[in-house]
C-alpha cells in the first residue's frame, strides 16, 4: 500500500495519515483544534504535536472557544506548566487570542467553518504532486489566508502554518498522486 513518503515513520503518523489528513472537514470545533495545532507545530515536527494531541485536547477543554476565552492568569500558569503540551508562552498566548478571533468571525461569518472555507471558494483544491519534494511550503491562497487571519487578529498563521492547516482539513489534497488516499479524498 503506498503512503504519502512522509507518512510512513510511525504508526501514529500513519493512522492519522490513513483517516484524517487531507479529509474536506466542515466541523467548527476540529477546524479550530487544527488552527491550533499547526500553530504549536512551529519549529517542531508534527509527529511531536500528534504524540501530544490527546493531551492538548484536555488541557484545552477539547478546543470549546467559549471556554478558551474565559482562561485566566492561573489557567494560563496552569497549561504552561503542564508537560502534556508544549510549554511555549507565545503559543498558549496564541490559542487564547485565536479562541478570540475565532468567536468573533463566526458571529460575522455564520460559522468558523464558513470564514475558513471561504478562502477556497467553498471547495478543495486538488493537486496532483508526484512527490514531497514537488509539494510547495506556501501559495498564494495561504499568503492570502493568513494576511486576513493577521487582520481578523490570529496569532500563530504564518503562510507556511496555514498552508498546512489547508491540506490537514482538506482544504487542499495534497497526498502523492501515487497515495492510496489520494483518489479516495
Known sequence: MNRCSWATHS?????YHDTEWGVPNYD???LFEMLILEGA????SWLTVLKKRDSYREAFDQFDPEKIVRYDDTKRQELLSNPGI???RLKVDAAIQNAKACLKVTKTHGSFSDYIWSFVDGEPIVNAFESLDDVPAETERSKAMSKQLKKDGFKFVGPTICYAFMQAVGMVNDHEVSCFRYDEV
Open 41 to 44: 507545530q512551529a519549529g517542531l
Open 86 to 88: 508544549i510549554r511555549n
Open 28 to 30: 467548527d470545533r476540529h
Open 11 to 15: 504508526e501514529l503518523e500513519k493512522d
